[in-house]
């Protein structure tokens, strides 16, 4: 089993609708980020985490350390929001361990 | 805005060839890393690097790779005989940490763009 789990893998969607990712995770960890990576391959940090909730623009992330769980929710999507979306948990000192991903395309 | 920048952006190699990919990570930053993803796949932590040595490393992170600092700037990997399951995208990412850092210093990471290494 992975100890770091994206739902959906992949996930279409039409302008302006409200986006929500998930990750879970199976292991302690002593933070949480989420990451965005472009289609020429770039990585972007969107988000660090180690407790509540964060927001950036349209951007908004929640962890739940009890449950071992945390969601990316975009408002207002556009198409250039279209990425991979990576959910990534800290263990050790500052090894990064990371969830597959979720591809997401927002039409016009 | 300060950036982490990695050269080449794509090195093919022949098989059993040494390769050195190199990152400028952000100035004012002390902790150094370098990632992998295989094509489809998702990323994996290699190492990361702090203070001139290895702080951490995974089953990867074999006797064929190297990580070094060698001036104020650059930090490289070296991957000593190439083998065809080495072509992958790397990164580079850098965070900032105090001086004798420990876990509650960790800070958010910064990505290089990558370099696409092919092993023929």
């Known amino acids: 089993k992975n100890e770091v789990e994206q739902s959906p893998q992949n996930l279409t969607a039409q302008e302006g609708e409200f986006i929500t990712i998930n990750c879970s995770y199976s292991v302690g960890i002593s933070a949480l980020h989420w990451l965005q990576q472009h289609p020429g391959g770039g990585i972007v940090s969107l988000f660090m985490l180690s407790s509540g909730k964060k927001k950036h623009g349209r951007l908004i992330a929640t962890i739940n350390i009890q449950e071992k769980h945390s969601s990316l929710h975009i408002t207002a999507s556009h198409p250039r929001d279209s990425a991979v979306y990576i959910c990534?948990?800290?263990?050790?000192?500052?090894?990064?361990?990371f969830g597959q991903g979720t591809r997401l395309t927002i039409n016009p | 805005e300060p950036e982490v920048t990695q050269t080449p952006s794509h090195q093919v190699t022949q098989m059993g060839q040494e390769v050195i990919l190199r990152c400028v990570p952000i100035?004012?930053?002390?902790?150094f890393y370098w990632y992998r993803q295989i094509l489809g796949q998702k990323v994996e932590f290699l190492v990361s690097f702090y203070n001139n040595e290895i702080s951490e490393k995974s089953e990867i992170f074999d006797d064929q790779f190297s990580v070094e600092r060698p001036d104020g700037s650059n930090f490289t990997l070296k991957i000593r005989s190439t083998k065809l399951e080495d072509s992958a995208m790397y990164f580079c990412?850098?965070?900032?940490?105090?001086?004798?850092?420990?876990?509650?210093?960790?800070?958010?990471?910064?990505f290089g763009p990558g370099t696409r290494l092919t092993v023929l």
């Open positions: 100035s004012n930053h002390l902790y």
């Open positions: 990412a850098s965070s900032t940490g105090t001086s004798g850092a420990t876990l509650r210093s960790y800070n958010e990471q910064f």
């Open positions: 990534a948990v800290r263990r050790g000192a500052q090894k990064l361990v």
